[in-house]
């Protein structure tokens, strides 16, 4: 399970399996998605498998969970979503009901981001051989703006930015099961985010964005860092975190730095225009509460560090896989 | 003058002899015995030739080991003969160093020299301190070939002035002649210095600016002032308050963000601390003794303390002082003063004084410094006393680096990363094991810096290119991160409990196989599941988990351990479930209770673990003793202060014996319940739980050591530095005639860890050879 949390297990499948078997410059980059050039212009594709549970939850569903998600994948690859393919397993005795509940708000998400799903496919496996219901959406989006991002164009100096709270996603979720008899106020983060990175991407230079879904905003942090060679300097009071969020994550012992969002992202942006970056985030609702959070520092390179509350310097991991205490 | 039968010979002397007076005390004996030659040091010792009659040359050379000077440590003694030379006098001659004289074996090859730990200051050089009429009266930085700074001052090997922070300091004339006098105590002793010469102290005051007049009088006012005094010391800088100053140790407290854990206090002398604390002999041995550790040892009611010292526990940690400077701010006060390491919660104690003056501002009201450099941090050493002998909690100033000699020779150099917390290190080659100092916990990044930094000045010092690298099983610490990022060495993960009874086995030089009982906190165990109340039977190639205590979810993970509470709700479900009694520690926290037993229940974040440790929070949480901590181990160390000694009672507990002997934890949790229902008192009910944990580890080691046909048992872990229960888990194995292994040097805990994990990787590499 461990290789699905979005850590260092997950990132060490990927590496020894996929771009192994698959082994080309694209994949290599192991970016959201896949920038390609097709001589008539670039494009970028990508596709990501969706499993959750509960399948409903307080903000949500499974369904526009696919299509959020996949029109976020496209969006931080600086990328216009537009089509998109939704393949379906389910499992035998599946509620139809169910399914079309499903349908509908991927419609209406579909809606909301101006993608339009344009193919797809169902598989009907035995009962006990899927958990109710997965999907699968797969994206294209056309690369429209001159701009080159990735790690690579990060740089000392630049500004670390969180585009709203963190950590709202995973928690809900996490209640949502209704083993633990929490009564929160508290809704999945699901969302499109195009709009707001189009916004941003029009307001100041933009040197790469990642969406902090699994593994949360510690996890794209490391990824920055990593990828980059240098030091991600991030500060615990700046990290936006809704207080029936860092209550609830007490209550878990979950650190929401860790914690998956579905409507986030994170962008390195030209240090010199950090405040213009925030503002222009702040005008999309679904960015409103973005926030500086840290810098990136030369060195020590691969590190996050976080200054926090009270004074000190923690190293913000890469999670193995699920957390356990490293406490003696 | 050589007779007409003078032979000549070339010795080489190995172990501890640098910076403990050993060529001048080598001198010595060769005057004593009409003998010409020389002495010197090199990376790999002492190199000695010397010409005389036979006899005179058999003489000196069973002295060398026979006579040499207390802080020395002889390991081997080679001679082989020489061509004579005629020459007259003996001398000390320069060192030579690695690579520069030839004939030299290259430092990986196989010879290096040991350096000392540091020395506490010596009565002689006290004497001079407090005499008027000496030139070095006041001087807080008077040493000899006895005592004073090493390890926190060596910059490289061999031993010589130019390879420490003294090459800062020329010395004076007079200096030099004592320097070069045989006779004199301070005969090639490298930090030789006095007033004209030698390191010099000032007062800062709060923002960094020097305050004139004599700077001890300047602190000792501000202390008296009740201010909180930053004194920059041996192995780094102290934050200092009267003791005795309940606000000032109040304002300590919050500006360095520490909560609760205890404040140690230096005492002027033995009699001193004698006021302060109960002091047995052995313990009063320990603290007057050179390596001058904080000696825990029972607080004298009406102690003149501040209760904000050590709040919660029965025990105060208390020192002497260790060099002149802390003399004679003891001297100027005649009172005692609470001296901790100079940080903010958590971080390592700062020793680089820009770095120092940077953090501690802010905390500090005034800086008692000096100009010469900390090459090494060391933090005080803390130690317990157990049945009249030294149990090391916290290893470091005194004891680091004195190596671990260990019967087994390292096939190749080992580097071991440690553990997590309280992290320390340890390389290794030949049959010796430098365990590193305390370094603290590498969460945070100043303390890895320090643990990196420490691993590479330790491999230059002591010669070690480490070819085998061993590291904890948890992929999380990072110190398994350190180890898994080196390049061209072999990888030996070890667990954690297999590590600890380990480390205890290679402090007895004892191969096993035993029966381990390691009990601490947490550690991973090879199942992907915490572990941490484990028997084991392990020799130190592999182990088999022969039993542990019953599992228990921790729900929230570590912030289960930050909340003991929680902890209680895990056990207290898993024993009485939906009939839990209404507990005084349910109703402290009755909104969150049901929530955290359903994540217990459901396994939400709620990692599954047969922990001892958390047992003992359970525990106090229980009983009332303690629902939060905000230091590591704080629920047990209290739990344990608050035990009856009069109290001879015990909870039984059951085994469960398949596979593994399982302890039923929950039979001793039921027993708490009932007490603390029928109003017992909470020493009773802690002296209870005590002694049937003792009794039912004593059974399950009885049941594994039948079925193993095994008579030897090893305790190890953090909850063995609980000196109550491990005197009851001691005497009822000895009264099963079992043969039991315990720390002293080494520690129980985390610390001794990284010496474990050494042993283990060797054992591994002799096996793959
Ligand atoms: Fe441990
Ligand atoms: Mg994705
Ligand atoms: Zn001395
Ligand atoms: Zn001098």
Same mark, same amino acid.
């Given at each position: 399970m461990a290789h699905g949390a979005g850590g260092k297990a997950s990132r060490t499948l990927i590496q020894a399996v996929f771009v192994d078997a698959f082994a080309n410059p694209a994949l290599q980059r192991l970016d959201d998605g896949a920038t390609l050039d097709l001589g008539t212009g670039r494009l970028v594709f990508t596709t990501d498998a969706y499993v959750v549970?509960?399948? &409903? &939850?307080p903000g949500g569903d499974i369904g526009d969970l696919a299509v959020n998600g996949t029109v976020n994948d496209l969006a931080v690859c600086g990328a216009r979503p537009m089509y998109l393919s939704a393949g379906f397993v389910l499992e035998e005795g599946f509620p139809v009901a169910d399914l079309r509940r499903i349908t509908a708000s991927m419609a209406a998400a579909a809606e909301r981001a101006g993608v339009r799903v344009v193919t797809g496919d169902t598989k009907v496996v035995q009962?006990?051989?899927?958990?109710?219901c997965y999907v699968t959406t797969s994206g294209i989006g056309a690369l429209e703006r001159p701009v080159t991002l990735g790690e690579s164009q990060v740089r000392p100096g630049d500004a670390v930015i969180v585009s709203g709270p963190v950590g709202e996603h995973g928690v809900t979720v996490m209640i949502a099961r209704?083993?633990?008899d929490i009564e929160a106020d508290l809704t999945s983060d699901?969302?499109?985010?195009h709009e707001a990175v189009a916004a941003l991407l029009d307001a100041v230079p933009v040197r790469m964005m990642r969406d902090?879904?699994?593994?949360?905003v510690a996890t794209i942090l490391n990824e920055i860092a990593v990828g980059a060679g240098l030091a991600v300097t991030a500060d615990e009071r700046a990290i936006p975190v809704r207080p029936v969020v860092s209550g609830a994550c007490e209550l878990l012992g979950l650190d929401p730095l860790y914690v998956a969002c579905e409507g986030r992202f994170v962008a390195v942006v030209d240090g010199d225009h950090a405040a213009a970056a925030v503002r222009a985030l702040r005008r999309h609702p679904v960015s409103e509460?973005?926030?500086?959070?840290g810098t990136v520092e030369?060195?020590?390179?691969?590190m996050v560090l976080l200054k926090t509350a009270s004074g000190g310097t923690r190293i913000v991991d890469l999670l193995v896989g699920d957390p356990l205490p490293r406490i003696c | 003058m050589p007779g007409t039968g003078a032979r000549r010979i070339r010795v080489r002397v190995e172990g501890?002899?640098?910076? /403990?007076g050993f060529r001048p005390f080598v001198c010595g004996l060769a005057g004593a015995h009409g003998l010409s030659g020389f002495v010197g040091n090199d990376p790999g010792g002492v190199f000695i030739e010397a010409e005389g009659e036979p006899p005179m040359l058999d003489a000196f050379t069973a002295g060398?080991?026979?006579? %040499? !000077?207390?802080l020395a440590l002889v390991e081997r003694v080679s001679v082989e003969p020489a061509e004579p030379r005629g020459e007259t006098g003996f001398h000390i001659v320069p060192s030579r160093r690695a690579g520069v004289t030839i004939g030299l074996r290259d430092l990986a090859g196989g010879e290096f020299a040991l350096v000392s730990a540091d020395v506490g200051t010596c009565d002689a050089c006290l004497g001079e301190v407090r005499?008027?009429?000496?030139?070095?009266?006041?001087? %807080?930085?008077a040493n000899c070939t006895d005592c004073g700074p090493r390890f926190t001052i @060596?910059?490289? @090997?061999?031993?010589?002035r130019c390879a420490?922070?003294?090459?800062d300091f020329a010395m004076c004339a007079a200096c030099a002649r004592e320097y070069r006098d045989?006779?004199? #105590?301070?005969?090639?002793?490298? !930090?030789v210095c006095c007033p004209a010469c030698g390191p010099a102290l000032r007062a800062l005051g709060a923002d960094g600016a020097p305050v004139p007049g004599d700077p001890v009088e300047v602190a000792a006012r501000w202390l008296e002032e009740g201010r909180v005094v930053a004194v920059k010391g041996l192995g780094g800088y102290h934050l200092a308050v009267l003791a005795a100053h309940g606000p000032a140790v109040a304002v300590l407290r919050a500006r360095k963000r520490r909560e609760s854990r205890p404040f140690a206090v230096m005492a002027r002398d033995a009699a001193a601390a004698g006021e302060l604390v109960l002091l047995e002999p052995a313990a009063e041995r320990l603290l007057t003794g050179v390596r001058r550790p904080i000696v825990l040892a029972p607080r004298r009611p009406g102690?003149?303390?501040?209760?904000?010292?050590?709040?919660?526990?029965r025990d105060l940690g208390v020192m002497l002082p260790y060099t002149p400077l802390h003399h004679l701010l003891a001297d100027r006060l005649a009172a005692s003063y609470v001296l901790t390491?100079?940080?903010?919660?958590?971080?390592?104690?700062?020793?680089?004084d820009e770095d120092a003056l940077r953090r501690l501002r802010g905390v500090a009201d005034g800086f008692l410094v000096h100009d010469r450099r900390i090459q090494v941090p060391a933090d005080d050493s803390l130690v317990r006393v157990f049945r009249g002998r030294e149990l090391v909690v916290r290893r470091s100033r005194?004891?680091?680096?004195?190596p671990v000699g260990?019967?087994?020779?390292?096939?190749r150099p080992v580097l071991a990363c440690g553990a997590q917390l309280k992290s320390t290190f340890c390389v290794a080659r030949g049959t010796r094991a430098f365990l590193s100092q305390h370094i603290g916990d590498l969460e945070n990044y100043e303390t890895l810096r320090s643990f990196t930094e420490g691993v590479e000045h330790f491999c230059r010092l002591f010669g070690v290119r480490p070819a085998v690298v061993a590291h904890d099983l948890?992929?999380?610490y990072l110190s398994t991160s350190y180890a898994l990022d080196r390049e061209g060495v072999d990888l030996v993960g070890v667990q954690h409990h297999h590590a600890h009874i380990a480390s205890c086995l290679a402090e007895h030089g004892h191969a096993g196989p035993v029966i381990g009982v390691a009990f601490d906190g947490l550690g991973l165990g090879d199942d992907g599941t915490l572990w941490g109340g484990e028997l084991l039977v392990a020799d130190l190639v592999s182990y088999r988990r022969a039993g542990h205590l019953e599992p228990v979810p921790m729900p929230g993970g570590a912030a289960a351990v930050r909340q003991p509470w929680r902890m209680a709700a895990a056990w207290l479900d898993r024993v009485?479930?939906? %009939?839990?009694?209404?507990?005084p520690v349910v109703a402290r926290h009755r909104e969150q209770w049901p929530v955290i037993v359903a994540m217990a229940r459901a396994g939400t974040n709620a990692p599954p673990t047969s922990s001892a440790g958390r047992l003992f929070d359970a525990v106090a949480a229980l009983a009332g /003793? #303690?629902?939060?901590?905000?230091?590591?181990?704080q629920a047990a160390a209290e739990l344990e202060a608050r035990v009856d000694p009069a109290e001879r009672g015990a909870y039984p507990a059951g085994l469960v014996e398949g596979e593994r002997v399982v302890i039923a934890g929950g039979d001793l949790v039921r027993g708490v319940v009932e007490d603390v229902m029928d109003g017992v008192d909470v020493g009773r009910v802690a002296a209870r739980f005590h002694r049937g944990l003792a009794v039912a580890v004593v059974r399950a080691v009885c049941a594994v050591g039948e079925r193993a046909g095994l008579r030897t048992v090893a305790l190890s872990g953090g909850?063995?530095?609980?000196t109550v229960l491990l005197e009851a888990v001691v005497s009822g194995l000895e009264r099963e005639r079992f043969e039991v292994l315990v720390h002293s040097r080494? !520690?129980?805990?985390?610390?001794g860890i990284a010496l474990g994990q050494a042993v283990v990787a060797a054992a591994h590499d002799r096996l793959s050879r």
């Open positions: 549970s509960p399948l &409903f &939850f009962r006990g051989k899927a958990d109710g209704g083993e633990l699901t969302a499109p985010v902090a879904t699994r593994g949360g509460g973005a926030a500086v959070v030369a060195g020590p390179p691969g | 501890l002899v640098q910076g /403990v060398l080991t026979g006579q %040499a !000077p207390p005499d008027p009429a000496d030139r070095r009266h006041g001087y %807080a930085f @060596v910059s490289g @090997v061999p031993y010589d420490t922070t003294m090459a045989p006779l004199d #105590r301070r005969f090639h002793a490298q !930090p102690a003149p303390v501040a209760d904000g010292v050590a709040p919660g526990g390491s100079g940080n903010l919660s958590d971080e390592p104690i700062a020793h680089r005194g004891y680091a680096p004195a260990v019967p087994w020779p390292f096939p948890h992929p999380e009485c479930g939906d %009939a839990s009694p209404a507990l /003793v #303690r629902d939060t901590i905000s230091y590591e181990g909850v063995f530095q609980n080494v !520690p129980p805990g985390d610390g």
